[in-house]
């Protein structure tokens, strides 16, 4: 596998020791052409390709990585010091999403008969149980206490969200909505685990749904417009990551305190299908065609670009061990040191194509 990494942008701290001019009152640039310099080498800390096929999902538990093959009807687990593969475990189904708790992992898996949540006992090697599930599972969380895992799911015209209480294990549902065409893209839950963020699109468009956990009901629904491929929340945004053929890839950033997008960032052209935030939420990770897109999310500054081959399916990032692990199509984990990744200073920059930060236009 072959990499390189473009840095594109300052950090927080160092743009506002720049000083930097067209910025809003929280240092969040309005209109901004970045600027990249030339293409360092990435350090790559390893690799490993495992026999089971393509990854559709990959997660991180302590020093285990866990890496989802749809192909294989398996799981495999690896050591995330050594990348040597420490077992697999077979699933019901294709898995094709996984997140963590603080002791378990849990994965969605799509299969002719039903699709289905299993819960993963990591350290045992072995599958706990098993929550078979109607219509179409097409997104997962977990909540911040690991109690509670949403499934979201598609059925004909119909959208909801499966709500299973790994205690008492007993499984509930959440409306979300129905009309022609209805899909459910992605969820994900606030850090303090009482509100959960639901994707969905439809013909007149996508739109991000807010839901009390508390009360299992829709408080009220966010336009977004371009489709939506996945979520990322911190305290007071939801960053939302969207892609068509007229805009290509953007994260769109949804301010919690006035209901409403406020602000996005361009990708370019490509296909992105995935947003994963770091756990300080100083960094936001986007998976595209043939790239990792590295932004900040509290000015949306692009901060590296790292170009990958073969194709990226999916990425996990170890905050305590500074480290993003990369999987792909053919079965491969390589692990990056995100410290590597890391932008030069301002000064160093040199001009090139711009990406555009914009104000999205108010309602």
Do not use: W
């Amino acid at each position: 596998m072959a990499y390189s990494v473009m840095p594109g942008g300052a950090s927080r701290s160092e743009v506002d020791a720049e000083a930097v001019a067209g910025t809003d009152p929280k240092g969040c640039p309005l209109d901004t052409a970045l600027e990249t310099p030339t293409d360092p080498e990435v350090e790559r800390l390893g690799a490993l390709t495992l026999p089971y096929g393509p990854i559709a999902d990959i997660t991180t538990r302590g020093d285990v990585i866990i890496a989802a093959h749809y192909g294989a009807d398996a799981v495999s687990l690896l050591d995330a010091n050594t990348l040597h593969a420490s077992g697999v475990i077979p699933v019901p189904g294709e898995p094709f999403a996984v997140a963590r708790t603080a002791d378990q992992v849990v994965v969605a898996t799509t299969a002719t008969g039903c699709d289905a949540v299993s819960v993963i006992d990591v350290d045992r090697r072995t599958v706990s149980a098993v929550y078979p599930l109607a219509f179409s599972v097409s997104a997962l969380a977990v909540s911040p206490n690991g109690k509670r895992v949403y499934a979201g799911r598609t059925g004909d015209g119909y959208a909801d969200v499966a709500v299973i209480d790994l205690t008492a294990e007993r499984v509930g549902t959440i409306d979300i909505g129905s009309g022609p065409g209805l899909g459910l893209d992605a969820c994900v839950t606030d850090p303090t685990g009482t509100v959960l963020y639901v994707a969905t699109t439809d013909a007149r468009g996508s739109a991000l749904v807010v839901v009390d956990t508390e009360t299992a009901r829709v408080r009220h629904r966010i336009p977004v417009g371009p489709p939506i491929r996945d979520l990322g929340c911190a305290e007071d945004a939801v960053f939302v990551l969207t892609s068509d053929r007229v805009r290509g890839g953007a994260v769109q950033v949804v301010d919690l305190a006035v209901g409403r997008v406020t602000k996005s960032v361009e990708l370019g052209a490509g296909a992105p299908t995935q947003l994963v935030l770091s756990s300080d939420r100083t960094r936001a990770y986007v998976v595209d065609y043939d790239r990792i897109t590295v932004l900040c999310p509290a000015s949306l500054e692009l901060v590296n670009t790292v170009a990958v081959a073969p194709r990226p399916s999916c990425v996990a990032v170890d905050d305590d061990s500074d480290r993003l692990y990369v999987a792909d199509y053919t079965g491969t984990v390589t692990t990056l040191s995100v410290a590597a990744a890391m932008p030069l200073l301002y000064s160093q920059f040199v001009a090139t194509d711009p990406l555009h930060t914009l104000e999205a236009a108010t309602a």
